[in-house]
């Protein structure tokens, strides 16, 4: 193949323009939304809400749990189907298809992790006019998301992670961030969005299943992440390792995206504790303190979500239960009795919570730092959930196992 970078690397710098310019305030246009933190910029409340959810359109697209993102009126979308993975972007309005790429991407599961089938798991991002992908193996393209023109690609590790990649990239200005590599061999990496040419690199563990946060501390910005084995924090600038603390899981499955709160960061792992921690500079070195554990919510997949001062989310102990915890003391607010799922992606919108389980059940329920407070539940896919939900005014796209459908309040 060609090398893209050669024949279309002035055309990508005359092109980039500023994420501004392509997005609204309502785009969700990456894992976990605009700020990568389960937050929704919209939703428009009904005075009554419906018995059923209306259903506008649904497709056939592929397999995979990489969540639908939606920017400037588009859904883009990653699948598998076959032996190949599929890039898409559809009219958000009806589910036209605008364009597809596709490209070949055998993978070879983990018998481990055949229950949640080949991929891709990680979720794209839109910015500045690119999609950009990071496919199950480890291949990380950028398309035009005007036309699905790829601009530039990195292949595939020769050993991708245990049971595939899942880290969802992140774009920081004009720099695409991704934990690239496999197990015992990987680098959070900054690559130009534009030209795909590395700007920096920090080696010292393969990537984890979660995916990073970008925040400030000490007025320092940096990148935060599990990754194999640790949570680490490199400058975003530099890619210089700030700190760093071993955080080592049953499986090696370190997983939950972290959560910036103040001058915190919340993280988890399956039989870890829920944890904040605050980072501290003095003079050119980094420290971090410990302020709270909680043990009895810990977290597996599920990234939990803030509102105000409470962080709301789903421990897998006790077969699932839902919770809230004081952000401030760590002190468990609530919990509810469990069995209640696998897995469930939260999302915190116009006031309320929305609690897609892995069942394709979506509980709406009110973020009372008193009670679990459900307001409806409703029946939204007719297989498994595990992608996240996208919430836009009354909209909400939901990808299941093998389909994407929009369904709207009213």
């Known amino acids: 193949m060609n090398d893209p970078v050669?024949?279309?690397?002035?055309?990508?710098?005359?092109?980039?323009?500023l994420l501004t310019s392509h997005l609204s305030a309502a785009d969700w246009p990456q894992w976990r939304g605009p700020n990568r933190d389960g937050v929704a910029a919209s939703f428009s409340v009904p005075a009554q809400w419906p018995e059923r959810l209306t259903q506008r359109w649904k497709i056939a697209v592929g397999g995979g749990?990489?969540?639908?993102?939606?920017?400037?009126?588009?859904?883009?979308?990653?699948?598998?189907q076959q032996e190949q993975e599929v890039v898409s972007a559809f009219d958000a309005a009806t589910g036209r298809?605008?364009?597809?790429?596709?490209?070949?991407?055998?993978?070879?599961?983990?018998?481990?992790?055949?229950?949640?089938?080949?991929?891709?798991?990680?979720?794209?991002?839109?910015?500045?006019?690119?999609?950009?992908?990071l496919g199950i193996?480890?291949?990380?393209?950028?398309?035009?998301?005007?036309?699905?023109?790829?601009l530039?690609?990195?292949?595939?590790?020769?050993?991708?992670?245990?049971?595939?990649?899942?880290?969802?990239?992140?774009?920081?200005?004009?720099?695409?961030?991704?934990?690239?590599?496999?197990h015992d061999s990987g680098a959070l990496t900054a690559f130009d969005l534009g030209t795909g040419a590395e700007k920096w690199r920090w080696a010292g563990d393969g990537p984890g299943y979660a995916s990073p946060v970008i925040g400030t501390f000490g007025s320092v910005r940096q990148v935060i992440t599990e990754s194999q084995d640790r949570i680490v924090s490199v400058s975003a600038a530099t890619g210089q390792l700030l700190w760093e603390l071993t955080l080592r899981t049953p499986y090696t499955q370190n997983a939950v995206t972290p959560v910036i709160y103040r001058d915190l960061l919340i993280y988890s792992g399956l039989e870890q504790p829920l944890t904040a921690l605050r980072p501290l500079r003095r003079g050119a070195a980094w420290s971090v303190e410990k302020v709270w554990e909680n043990a009895t919510t810990g977290l597996y997949m599920s990234?939990?979500?803030?509102?105000?001062?409470?962080?709301?989310?789903?421990?897998?102990?006790?077969?699932?239960?839902?919770?809230?915890v004081d952000a401030d003391s760590g002190r468990t607010l609530w919990t509810t009795r469990g069995r209640q799922a696998e897995n469930a992606a939260i999302v915190s919108a116009g006031g309320l919570l929305f609690l897609l389980k892995d069942?394709?059940?979506?509980?709406?329920?009110?973020?009372?730092a008193a009670s679990f407070d459900p307001v409806r539940g409703y029946t939204v896919a007719d297989s498994p959930t595990w992608a996240h939900p996208v919430v836009d005014g009354n909209r909400i796209f939901i990808k299941d196992a093998e389909t994407l459908a929009l369904w709207t309040v009213s």
């Open 6 to 17: 050669r024949t279309c690397a002035s055309a990508a710098a005359s092109a980039l323009l």
């Open 65 to 80: 749990h990489s969540s639908p993102v939606l920017a400037g009126g588009r859904v883009y979308l990653h699948t598998r």
């Open 97 to 133: 298809t605008i364009w597809q790429e596709r490209y070949a991407a055998p993978y070879r599961m983990n018998p481990a992790a055949t229950a949640h089938g080949p991929g891709p798991k990680s979720t794209p991002v839109v910015s500045a006019g690119r999609v950009v992908t």
């Open 137 to 150: 193996t480890g291949i990380l393209s950028v398309f035009e998301s005007a036309n699905g023109k790829l």
């Open 152 to 182: 530039w690609r990195k292949p595939a590790p020769a050993q991708p992670p245990l049971y595939g990649t899942a880290t969802s990239p992140a774009v920081d200005g004009s720099l695409v961030i991704a934990h690239v590599g496999g």
């Open 303 to 324: 990234s939990p979500v803030l509102v105000g001062s409470t962080l709301f989310g789903l421990t897998n102990r006790n077969r699932g239960q839902f919770f809230a």
């Open 359 to 368: 069942d394709a059940e979506l509980v709406v329920a009110r973020p009372s």
